[in-house]
Nanobody, 121 residues
Framework: ERLVESGGGFVQPGGSLRLSCSRS????????MGWYRQLIGKARELVAS???????NSADSVKGRFSIAMDDAKTSVSLPLSRLAPDDPAVYFC????????????????WGQGPPVTVPS
């Protein structure tokens, strides 16, 4: 299953965007959801993640500028981005770690297609 993302685009430095990601299937359990970003030729890096209990882990470079939220149904995760800087352009990938059924053997990693975020320097 591939997650469906929306909200990427072009924004001026200092501007804002909101990325959203949703899963169409139901799941027995969600371990965490998050966003990663990747520049061409570089490794994918964590931007922020959140657990159903609300524990958030985020990169130092985005603290105070980006936030993350999971919906009550535990099917969607959003990433409001503010004060975007020339260092922020990348392809942003949504990630969800879910267990589909109670007796499944483990969690499955789901990924979105990666909307690009462009900020001119």
């Amino acid at each position: 299953e591939r997650l469906v993302e929306s909200g990427g685009g072009f924004v001026q430095p200092g501007g804002s965007l909101r990325l959203s990601c949703s899963r169409s299937s139901t799941a027995y359990s969600v371990k965490r959801m998050g966003w990663y970003r990747q520049l061409i030729g570089k490794a994918r890096e964590l931007v922020a993640s959140i657990t159903p209990a609300g524990k958030i882990n985020s990169a130092d470079s985005v603290k105070g500028r980006f936030s993350i939220a999971m919906d009550d149904a535990k099917t969607s995760v959003s990433l409001p981005l503010s004060r975007l800087a020339p260092d922020d352009p990348a392809v942003y990938f949504c990630h969800q770690m879910v267990q589909y059924y109670k007796f499944s053997t483990g969690y499955v990693d789901l990924w979105g297609q990666g909307p690009p975020v462009t900020v001119p320097s």
